[in-house]
């Protein structure tokens, strides 16, 4: 049987294209899931791991799609060899249970953990350099501007938390962080 698996590591990631790629690979049963490539508790990973039998077949679009390292991924794809389970990664191509295939392997799975921890530092370093900008403020950006929630603050000196509600769209426990805020700075 040919097995695929997809993954994303944020819930906002389409997961779609890949599922697409592995259609169109052949994959008569494909297993997916939103979770981030460096947590080893992906559960539907786990149980396409257990499912696995010789014969089979694991088709995944991109090398980092199943591993969190490349001693991660020498080691899984040495347990799929292992079981007479054959690898293809669409963007290498069937990984060959030979030394050679075995060398490419590992060389690939270097490089794609060289790029992977490119990524994370330069995502430190363009946090540095925003946090050095005066206006710089952790985590997701505010749903509401300051001057809407201005507003929305005026208005609730006449009208009730419903009512502003129904009037600006901004929910009765945001108006009252807000207010909470405000009365605080004086």
């Known amino acids: 049987m040919i097995y695929g698996y ?10 779609e294209v ?6 169109e690979a052949g994959c008569e049963k494909i297993f997916s899931e939103k979770s981030t490539g460096s ?5 539907e ?3 396409l791991m257990n499912m696995l039998e010789e014969g089979d077949s694991l088709v995944v679009t991109k090398l980092d799609r ?6 991660d991924a020498i080691t ?16 290498l191509g069937v990984i060959e249970n030979t030394p050679q295939g075995k060398l490419i392997f590992s060389v690939f799975s270097a490089f794609a953990e060289f790029e992977r921890e ?12 925003a946090k050095q900008k005066p206006d710089f403020r952790e985590g997701r950006p505010r749903k509401y501007g300051k001057k809407k929630i201005e507003h929305a603050l005026e208005l609730l ?25 405000l009365e605080q700075k004086v």
């Open 18 to 23: 890949q599922i697409q790629q592995l259609k």
């Open 6 to 15: 997809a993954r994303v590591s944020t819930q906002g990631q389409d997961i």
């Open 76 to 91: 899984t794809v040495k347990n799929l060899f292992d079981r007479g389970v054959k690898v293809n990664v669409l963007n």
């Open 118 to 129: 490119l990524i994370v530092e330069r995502m430190k370093e363009g946090k540095e350099i």
């Open 157 to 181: 000196e006449s009208n009730s938390y419903k009512e502003v509600e129904q009037l600006t769209g901004i929910s009765k426990s945001t108006l009252i962080r807000a207010k909470r805020r």
């Open 45 to 47: 990973f786990q149980k």
């Open 66 to 71: 199943f591993a969190r390292s490349t001693i």
């Open 39 to 43: 947590k080893s508790d992906r559960q």
